[in-house]
């Protein structure tokens, strides 16, 4: 064999043999990398520990996540956004920036699947994907944890009609989603397709992302089907799911249908979820009352279920809906906590661009900008989520309103969190911090021992090195008209207004002599005394001789020190808010306040008031931000009607409220005015009055609730009841309850007689059976809960049944509006029960149930109430 040829044959074998090598080494290579990435996935993907506990993979810590569902790249907040002409983009950074500065750290969505995918379920590259991977971005960006819930099933529409839409939930619906064979081969490639799905903002696919905490296969299932059906169901979906490789946690809606607990917790998934709604959903107005005990505790359904102990508990929705008070958010998340929920997040944050007219979710309503005072409480519920131990108990209400730095008062309106180095509230406090000196970051909204501000918006103030604080300022936010109501865009219930307003800081971090620096105004100056005017915007406050250096686009924990969230001034016109006294006394003093707001603040305000002689006018003076106030004096009180309207002055120009031209103390003004009735203090006190509050009465619908004029032109409020118990087809193995109760809250009838409730000694029930007699039971519910009725024997002709105070005994306390899902508890029973005192009754509770005999539990009941007043 020529030497040519051993020698090319040698080099052939040599480099055949390096290219072995190589390959070898290669494969180590790449081994070494897919251990490495599958030891970066194992140490960044969240587990789930043999006790049902979510830990991150690098730490091995609980997970613990709180904040909100945020919707505005799909449906009505996409199409909204596309009327106004919002840059969606832009709106998206902002609010974002708000769940920033308001700590929250967990997001979830159910993602609009019928928007995003074809019957076949297939993903489709379009605006509202686009906009969803940007928005994604943006929460990591901020260091926002993720959980996502893929399929909706919900159409687009609401509060519209649904559009026709590509998606295989358009096509069948939730129910035939569940069911039907090609609608769930449709959901198996779009899950697959959706865990795969690269987000381009990230390069990396959601089965991947380590800010993805774990999925919710679906948005709240109906089952109807067998055990098996549905146990099938739910583990083709994990099934398809974990085809992709994800190994983040999956879980299962599991507070629907909770008689299929067996076959939840049986199932593949590695947890459940649930919501709760503690005041139910769409009340269409303002809820009063203190619904402290409505959120008393969370209720497991599934105790008695041996592997639910196992799984994950998540709280993918809550809300006290239609609750526009600051208080109760903390003791929501306490609540949670002592339950074993590791994450909730609110439903839902409005839009920013939405906020003025609450169009997405009329019964929610949740914005840093405008509801402030509702922001911060979610802010404070956050805390409790990171400071709290699961299954940490402390109580029942009223005792547990103080627990581990945090404080609740419905009374004050008032949620707190009081530590070492934060001081948060959502209402004027007089709480003194635990140690001023070491405060580190202060977020509020009115007066308190560091920070004292007249404006309506939320401040924050955190220190950014010793002797150095960041004060970030908010607009002004005003509710004009029913924030709950039928809302449209083109219907304003809030505004926002940029004011000047006076600020005292006292911190002895900063003295009584500091700097200000402002960011969006560029001020500069000096303060001496603490105090200093304020716009909204955000400013640097330096001791003096700190010798800081601004840098605006420095780093400060997930923002930067420049940054700012709100919007220019929405004020287009001039706004009073006022709500009338029902009734005062004759020859008392009567207090008038009103807001007014306006773009320029008025030179000086005006109550024109006649009692039954000539209209005078007296001067409103200013108690605070846009409330003006005036005094009646005693002697021109009497017996009949106050009727009063206000005028405010600008330049000399004259405008009245609430209508009308010219002056109010001429002849021929023709505008309209406000009344109240002015009583004998012998005078009976109507707490309820059917023609004027039955619309206000919270209740389960039942068909035959209404109206009826009697035949002396009074109202009737009639109500049907064909059974007290009605199965519960989300809970067919719930405890039958035989009751059926009706709430409503008469506090504005009594404030202006408020003074003399304690020489009122019965209450007059002018009402009827129908068809036949029964026991009623009429209760009394305090400011704290607590409960006190007495039966009467309802008769079938219209009559006045008189029930003595003192012959009150304590009830049962019923939670409504019906608490959701209906596994909640119905009755509540306070920690502590005092004895009726008049004084503190704010609301009636009326049941049927109470005092009935076996044999009549089942029966049906129609009833009719005219009214419930009471007498001395």
């Given amino acids: 064999m020529p030497h040519t040829n051993t020698s090319t044959r040698s080099n052939k074998m040599n480099l055949m043999g390096m290219k072995e090598v ?41 997970v613990y996540g709180f904040g909100v569902n945020y919707t505005a790249p799909f449906a009505h907040a996409y199409r909204s956004a596309k009327k106004l002409n919002v840059d969606i983009e832009k709106a998206i950074e902002q609010d974002v920036y708000h769940f920033a500065r308001l700590g929250f750290d ?24 686009r906009l969803f991977d940007f928005m994604l971005n943006k929460m990591k960006q901020r260091g926002i944890k993720i959980f996502l819930t893929p399929i909706a099933f919900w159409g687009n529409g609401y509060p519209d009609m649904d559009e026709k839409t590509p998606g295989f939930s358009h096509k069948y619906g939730k129910d035939a989603c569940l069911v039907n064979e090609a609608a769930i081969r449709a959901q198996e490639n779009y899950l697959y397709q ?41 583990n083709r979906m994990v ?14 809606n599991v507070s629907h249908s909770i008689h299929l607990g067996e076959t939840y917790f049986k199932s593949n998934i590695d947890g459940g979820t649930f919501q709760w709604y503690p005041t139910g959903l769409g009340a269409q107005h303002e809820l009063r009352g203190n619904f402290l005990p409505n959120v008393d505790r969370y209720v497991m359904p599934f105790d008695n279920v041996s592997a639910f102990k196992s799984k994950v508990k998540v709280v993918y929705e809550f809300d006290a809906a239609d609750v526009g008070r600051s208080y ?5 998340a306490r609540s949670f906590r002592e339950a074993g929920i590791q994450w909730a997040t609110h439903f839902a944050y409005d839009p920013t661009f939405l906020a003025y007219a609450n169009t997405e979710y009329n019964t929610h309503y949740m914005n840093l900008l405008y509801a402030p005072q509702k922001a911060l409480s979610l802010k404070i519920a956050g805390e409790v989520f990171h400071q709290v131990p699961r299954y940490k108990k402390y109580g029942a209400y009223p005792t547990n309103t103080k627990f581990d730095g945090f404080r609740v008062s419905y009374e004050e309106d008032l949620a707190e969190y009081n ?42 103030l955190d220190q950014l090195e010793a002797g150095v604080w960041r004060l970030e300022v908010y607009p002004d936010a005003v509710w004009v008209d029913n924030i709950f109501g039928k809302n449209n865009l083109n219907k304003e219930v809030a505004v926002l207004h940029w004011n000047e307003w006076t600020m005292e800081v006292n911190l002895p971090d900063l003295g009584s002599s500091f700097s200000l620096q402002g960011i969006q105004n560029n001020l500069q100056k000096s303060v001496d005394g603490k105090a200093f005017a304020v716009t909204p915007g955000v400013y640097i406050l330096a001791k003096k001789g700190s010798g800081f250096v601004l840098d605006a686009n420095a780093r400060f924990k997930n923002i930067t020190v420049g940054e700012y969230g709100a919007v220019k001034s929405t004020l287009k016109k001039s706004y009073l808010v006022h709500d009338p006294l029902r009734q005062v006394i004759a020859g008392k003093d009567v207090t008038i306040k009103a807001q007014i707001v306006t773009n320029e603040n008025p030179d000086s305000v005006l109550l024109y008031v006649d009692n039954g002689g000539p209209r005078r006018a007296l001067k409103m003076s200013r108690v605070s931000g846009y409330t003006y106030e005036a005094h009646v004096a005693a002697k021109d009180v009497s017996p009949g009607y106050l009727n009063y309207c206000f005028g405010s002055f600008y330049h000399g120009a004259l405008k009245v409220y609430p209508s009308g031209t010219g002056s109010p103390l001429s002849w021929s003004f023709d505008g309209d005015t406000y009344s109240t009735a002015v009583v004998a203090t012998s005078n009976s006190l109507y707490v309820f009055n059917a023609a004027t509050d039955a619309k206000e009465v919270s209740k389960e619908w039942r068909k035959g609730s209404k109206l009826i004029p009697t035949a002396d032109q009074s109202v009737v409020m009639y109500q049907e009841i064909p059974k007290l118990f009605v199965l519960d087809e989300e809970n067919l193995e719930g405890q ?28 007059v029930i002018k009402a009827h059976s129908v068809d036949a007699d029964f026991p009623l039971q009429v209760a009394l519910v305090d400011n704290q809960g607590n409960t006190y009725g007495a039966l009467i024997a309802l008769k079938q002709d219209v009559h006045e049944y008189e029930i003595a105070f003192e012959n009150l005994q304590p009830v049962k306390h019923v939670t409504l509006p019906r608490p959701y899902p209906t596994f909640q508890q119905y009755f509540f029973q306070p920690d502590v029960t005092g004895s009726f005192d008049v004084k503190n009754a704010e609301t009636l509770q009326i049941s049927v149930g109470p005092g009935l005999d076996a044999k009549t539990l089942e029966s049906s009941y129609k009833f009719g109430i005219e009214s419930i007043r009471f007498e001395k």
Avoid at 219 to 231: D, K, L, M, Q, S
Avoid at 239 to 252: E, V
Wanted: glycine share 8%.
């Fill in 22 to 62: 190589l390959r070898g080494f290669q494969m180590v290579v790449f081994c070494l990398l897919i251990a490495g990435n599958s030891i970066a996935q194992k140490t960044q993907d969240v587990y789930v520990d043999k006790a049902g506990v979510m830990r991150w993979g690098s730490t091995k810590q609980e």
């Fill in 106 to 129: 967990a997001f979830r969505i159910h993602v609009w699947d019928t928007e995003i995918s074809d019957s076949l379920g297939n993903l489709l590259d379009n605006e509202h994907f």
């Fill in 194 to 234: 959706f865990l795969n799905h690269v987000n381009p903002e990230t390069g990396v696919a959601y089965k991947n992302d380590p800010d993805i905490v774990g999925f919710e296969i679906s948005n709240e299932p109906h089952h109807r089907g067998t055990p098996a059906e549905v146990e099938k169901y739910i």
């Fill in 239 to 252: 099934s398809a799911m974990r085809k992709t490789g994800c190994k983040k946690p999956i879980l299962y």
């Fill in 328 to 332: 109760i958010y903390p003791a929501m």
């Fill in 419 to 460: 530590s070492e180095s934060k001081f948060f509230y959502t209402n004027t406090t007089p709480s003194v911090p635990v140690n001023t000196s070491k405060l580190k970051h202060i977020a509020g909204y009115g007066n308190s021992n560091v920070v004292k501000y007249e404006g309506e918006g939320a401040y924050f």
């Fill in 736 to 763: 039958p309850l035989h009751d059926y109760s009706l709430r409503y809250n008469f506090k504005p009838n009594v404030a202006g007689r408020k003074d003399e409730l304690s020489s009122f000694k019965k209450m």
